[in-house]
């Protein structure tokens, strides 16, 4: 069974939750303060505004359908919250009145119902959301497995990470807040059956708030998650029921849950159909190790699906593998225009929001495996680069990771502060294969990149650094020793040499 409380309580270690308390209040006045305001999204009302517009800005293009539902991730912005902006993005422009969240209980152990909120409404950074609390109490009484549980709002983010996305996309609806912790498809039915009579006739968007995959690795993690977007997509409570206990029973290495909000989807399912709902889509998926600041080793799976009314089959098109690009694909003006844009996208967001972008690698010169540096520049004088020589992931993920490790981890530099972001240009290095030498003389000054290994020490120079510094072959090996923190003539002896070349491009200028 997915979405035990004690597997949700790791994935918020996982995301650095630190458990800050909130002062429990009850009753019909009450405004539920934020409690992961800072750890989960920015804390600053300024940061957090430019963090939800960025990520709407770019989301996945809207389907032209109005959703009657969506299924949206609840992790920390900075992995999940451009699949978030992705599904709200869909419903953008549709004069909402509510905006119904079902959520998933992380914090309250042994509760099996619905808690619905009853209060007045939900504070962020962004302000104080009204919830619609005619709504909520008239659900309370009618829906089966409707109970009031205050002390679930103590901790929960699985509500409140989707308020801030509410606020920026619908500004004048109201909230209906649920958190769903059972998983009992009869029950889950009925409540959602109740929850669209009360919705009917009126402009509602049901928002389903569920992570994927917990903990698997990168490589694992979209097999499984494929698997469950589709189902999802297809509005089948038994199909999706199925397909979760077929992937936990695959054995795929440190998989914990597979849908962390499996009660809450059914429910939206439930209360679609009965509004009409006929068709799925899938509209993105990512798994954190697919972010800028992701691990790939143990990663969560993140997607966004919505359910439209009206003519139209299941399209889970969004999740299908793309083909894996050649080393040499090529890579178009298009291509290095957008790697551009995205380093700088990357740290500019990261100092201003703290969130990144996420990088859409969608055609093959961006797919390919190649290794790459970033270089930052200031008044035509180094501020910081750092490259990523093994190839290993994808080029647009390499260069996201490298725009941000060369601004803010480069030892030579201090962290670029957000004042200097006007006066920086970059510099994208992507190089091909490293092709060992025989003779410090097949060195060919201007066109070759150099990389020196010897003694567990090793250092490299990108093809533009000698002539950029006047340097002969002699005095390129030299000062590659010294980066290398050798000695000076250590090339001459029992050092292993290779070379590289490199496609160079900048802000200012393609070479």
């Given at each position: 069974m997915c979405c035990k409380w004690v597997l949700a309580l790791a994935l918020l270690a996982f995301l650095g939750f630190s458990g800050k308390s909130l002062s429990l209040e009850t009753g019909q006045t009450a405004i539920r303060e934020p409690v992961v305001a800072g750890k989960f999204y920015p804390l600053e009302a300024g940061k957090?505004?430019?963090?939800?517009?960025?990520?709407?800005?770019?989301?996945?293009?809207?389907?032209?359908?109005?959703?009657?539902?969506?299924?949206?991730?609840?992790?920390?912005?900075?992995?999940?919250?451009?699949?978030?902006?992705?599904?709200?993005?869909?419903?953008?422009?549709?004069?909402?009145?509510?905006?119904?969240?079902?959520?998933?209980?992380?914090?309250?152990?042994?509760?099996?119902?619905?808690?619905?909120?009853?209060?007045?409404?939900?504070?962020?950074?962004?302000?104080?959301?009204?919830?619609?609390?005619?709504?909520?109490?008239?659900?309370?009484?009618?829906?089966?497995?409707?109970?009031?549980?205050?002390?679930?709002?103590?901790?929960?983010?699985?509500?409140?990470?989707?308020?801030?996305?509410?606020?920026?996309?619908?500004?004048?609806?109201?909230?209906?807040?649920?958190?769903?912790?059972?998983?009992?498809?009869?029950?889950?039915?009925?409540?959602?059956?109740?929850?669209?009579?009360?919705?009917?006739?009126?402009?509602?968007?049901?928002?389903?708030?569920?992570?994927?995959?917990?903990?698997?690795?990168?490589?694992?993690?979209?097999?499984?998650?494929?698997?469950?977007?589709?189902?999802?997509?297809?509005?089948?409570?038994?199909?999706?029921?199925?397909?979760?206990?077929?992937?936990?029973?695959?054995?795929?290495?440190?998989?914990?849950?597979?849908?962390?909000?499996?009660?809450?989807?059914?429910?939206?399912?439930?209360?679609?159909?009965?509004?009409?709902?006929?068709?799925?889509?899938?509209?993105?998926?990512?798994?954190?190790?697919?972010?800028?600041?992701?691990?790939?080793?143990?990663?969560?799976?993140?997607?966004?699906?919505?359910f439209f009314s009206g003519p139209g089959a299941t399209d889970a098109s969004a999740i299908e593998p793309m083909p894996p690009a050649p080393q040499s694909a090529p890579l178009t003006d298009g291509d290095k225009a957008y790697l551009l844009s995205l380093a700088r996208k990357t740290l500019s967001r990261y100092l201003l929001t703290e969130t990144v972008p996420l990088p859409r690698a969608v055609t093959p010169g961006l797919r390919q495996r190649r290794g790459a540096f970033v270089t930052w520049t200031e008044h035509g004088e180094l501020r910081g680069c750092i490259g990523r020589m093994v190839a290993d992931e994808p080029l647009a993920l390499t260069i996201s990771r490298m725009a941000l490790e060369a601004g803010l981890n480069d030892p030579r530099f201090a962290p670029v502060k957000s004042s200097e972001l006007p006066l920086l240009k970059a510099e994208i290095s992507v190089l091909t294969p490293f092709a060992p030498i025989a003779s410090p003389s097949q060195i060919r000054i201007g066109v070759d990149g150099v990389l020196l290994q010897k003694g567990g020490a090793s250092a490299v120079f990108l093809p533009q650094v000698a002539p950029e510094q006047g340097w002969g072959r002699e005095e390129l090996l030299n000062n590659l020793c010294r980066k290398a923190g050798l000695s000076g003539d250590c090339w001459q002896s029992g050092a292993k040499l290779s070379t590289f070349q490199a496609i160079v491009f900048s802000e200012e200028k393609e070479r």
């Open positions: 957090l505004e430019g963090a939800v517009k960025g990520f709407l800005e770019d989301a996945v293009p809207a389907r032209g359908e109005k959703p009657i539902a969506v299924v949206v991730p609840h992790a920390g912005y900075i992995f999940s919250g451009q699949i978030a902006a992705d599904a709200y993005k869909q419903a953008m422009g549709n004069g909402w009145d509510v905006v119904v969240v079902l959520g998933t209980n992380h914090t309250l152990a042994g509760f099996e119902g619905i808690h619905v909120y009853q209060g007045a409404g939900f504070k962020t950074p962004l302000g104080v959301i009204q919830c619609d609390q005619a709504l909520a109490k008239a659900l309370l009484e009618t829906a089966p497995g409707a109970a009031s549980r205050p002390e679930i709002e103590m901790k929960e983010h699985s509500v409140e990470v989707q308020v801030p996305f509410i606020q920026a996309a619908f500004p004048k609806a109201k909230l209906l807040a649920a958190v769903v912790a059972t998983e009992d498809p009869t029950l889950l039915g009925r409540f959602g059956q109740a929850l669209a009579k009360l919705l009917a006739g009126r402009k509602a968007l049901i928002v389903a708030s569920s992570d994927l995959s917990h903990y698997p690795s990168r490589e694992d993690a979209p097999a499984v998650d494929r698997k469950t977007l589709r189902a999802i997509a297809s509005m089948d409570p038994a199909s999706l029921t199925a397909t979760v206990a077929s992937s936990m029973e695959s054995r795929t290495p440190n998989l914990g849950t597979c849908a962390c909000g499996e009660g809450a989807i059914i429910a939206a399912m439930a209360a679609a159909k009965a509004l009409g709902a006929t068709h799925g889509a899938v509209l993105s998926y990512a798994n954190s190790g697919d972010t800028t600041v992701g691990e790939p080793g143990r990663v969560v799976g993140y997607g966004a699906v919505a």
